[in-house]
């Protein structure tokens, strides 16, 4: 780089950066709006978000915060932080019950503060129009915007693994002559906050939050021939910080006793996913994901994540933020190649696990985009293309999703079906469930009550009120004949049959208010039921979102 280009450069950080910072805060402001618009356009109809949201019921609503059950009886799948994070938000805004836009705030928020990361982060490499690029290509991508609006960990495991290498990276700098001193008070305090976003990581998905950045850093300080400075990466008292925050509610698990807990989360829900206690997929199952799941730009990620992984040649033009540009940009690309292959030989694999890559593939696309430029009028036709790109990508996003959120609920509505259940069945009436194949996480937690699961014969079945698939029913109705149908409701798609054994308390007393039903399976038991003053009705439906 000349002296004019250089002097240009310095012009370019000094008299416009009020403008940039305008533009950046722009570029945030279309983040939130991508991930809060209509966020609760569809219903809570997947299972895995259900779960999620019955967590979340059990702190919120119940005060349950380190061990809640799903149904009183299956413990959490993944580590407390997202659902602590929803609970204090609910705590802030004197929110007392779970819904669908405040089960999914925390993910939106999370998603919104990578893109405010990334950004920030980018600002000295990259400049400010380079690290507002990556802001924009972080909002685009429809994979990343798209689980910003799933009330699920994965965001939370996003920002903080995101955040352990861009702090890794604020201590080791491009060049050895700018490394900064361990007395120094920032240094310090940005090796606090490394030990913390590995720990907190942890508390947000399991031990993959430090496996993978972790192994990332020394892949890449091995590589850089600076192995002997991973040690620089943390005090004593910020790797006291890591483990105490990584292990603590583990710790509390096994000094309570919730060895069920334990058991799910490491031996199942960790080593047994790696290792194929839940499956098989195909080695390429990632294929597809990687270069389609935010098209256009993942096609672009892989060639500037090769790119940068190139022995970098030397070059006497390149000034000081290029050379640290091309410094962090590698260790993005090793945590990008290294995590696609962590997760190609893992058994079971998910497109979300894929998630964590996006801010580091953000900068990456704008590091390429920047490097393009410098060569030529045609390069910067190209940033200015990828610009636009970004722009309309954010547009189109925002019509789109939560059209297609929406439209993806198919079959009745959870909501729906389970306020006629409500309104049949007493909070102290017990409700039992018969017959459920598939998890009935999305309709629990539009109960927002447990209803214990009845094993072995459906006759058997204690006092009170059954729901069980019109299916089961008809597979099971002669083994139980004291069982009698007292509503018939539609939910995604399947037909539920709420049963009742004689005695259930207050059922006179709402019989009154009790939705009319209709006839449903057997002419003949139709005719007998038409004495009653219940009978069966169909529910309006609506969409669900599948999972």
Known sequence: ????????????????????????????????????????????????????GVFVQQMVEHGVLLFPLENGSAPMYKPPLFHWTATALDRIGGVGRVDAFNLRLPSALYAVAGVALTIAFAWTPLGPQGAVLAGMVLAASYQYVSEGRVGRVDMTLTFFETLALMSCLWILPAARAEKSSEGDA?????????????????????????????????????????????????????????????????????????????????ESENFGRFFGALGFMAPWYYLKPILLSSAPLSLIVPFAAAVALRRPTHSPNAGADEDRARFDARLFATFWLLTVIFFTVAAYKRRAYLLPLWPSSAFLVAWGAGALARRGRWGRAAQSGLVALCAALIAFNFVYLPRHEAAGCAGGSFREAAAQINRVVGSDEPLYLYGFGDDPAP??????????????????????????????????????????????????????????????????????????????????????????????????EEARRTE
């Open 1 to 52: 780089m000349d002296s004019t280009s250089a002097s240009s450069g310095a012009r370019e950080r000094q008299t416009p950066l009020t403008r940039w910072h305008l533009v950046a805060a722009a570029v945030l402001l279309a983040a939130a709006a991508l991930v809060l618009h209509r966020l609760d356009a569809a219903e809570v109809c997947g299972a895995n978000e259900a779960i999620e």
């Open 186 to 266: 920032r240094a310090v305090a940005i090796r606090y906050l490394f030990a913390l976003a590995l720990g907190l990581g942890v508390m947000a998905k399991g031990p993959v939050a430090i496996i993978l950045p972790l192994g990332a850093i020394c892949v890449f300080l091995l590589r850089e021939r600076r192995l002997a400075e991973l040690g620089d990466l943390f005090t004593p008292g910020s790797l006291f910080v890591a483990i105490v925050t990584s292990l603590g509610w583990y710790v509390a698990c096994a000094m309570g006793r919730h060895y069920g807990f334990l058991g799910r989360q490491l």
């Open 443 to 540: 309709l629990l937690f539009y109960l927002d009550r447990d209803a214990p699961r009845v094993e072995g014969k459906l006759g058997d079945a204690p006092p009170g009120y059954v729901l069980v698939p019109q299916s089961a029913w008809q597979d099971h109705e002669s083994e139980a004949l004291d069982l009698k149908p007292v509503l018939s409701v539609d939910a995604g798609g399947d037909k539920l049959l709420l049963l009742r054994r004689g005695g259930a308390i207050g059922m006179a007393n709402r019989t009154s208010r009790m939705p009319q039903l209709s006839a449903f399976v057997h002419p003949e038991r139709a005719l007998r039921e038409s004495k009653d003053p219940e009978s069966f009705c169909e529910p309006k």
